[in-house]
């Protein structure tokens, strides 16, 4: 996406073009934790029983079982 050898465009530019910082650039992607995965699959285990319910009240209704 990003090339930094390229002959016309900065990276200053080219993160620019592509809507992304610099630092985004630079830093090496990170995984997600353990905690968070678990947390994001029972979000999307809430929104499949539920898809009509507002994600606020899925997420307050299934604290107690984090």
Known sequence: MIEPGHKRLSIVRQCELAS????SFYR???SESPENLAFMELIDK???EMPWYPT???IAGRACYL
């Not at 992304?20 to 630092?23: C, G, L």
């Open 20 to 23: 992304i910082s610099r630092a």
């Open 46 to 48: 809430a929104f499949l």
């Open 28 to 30: 090496p992607p990170t």
């Open 56 to 58: 606020h009240h899925q």
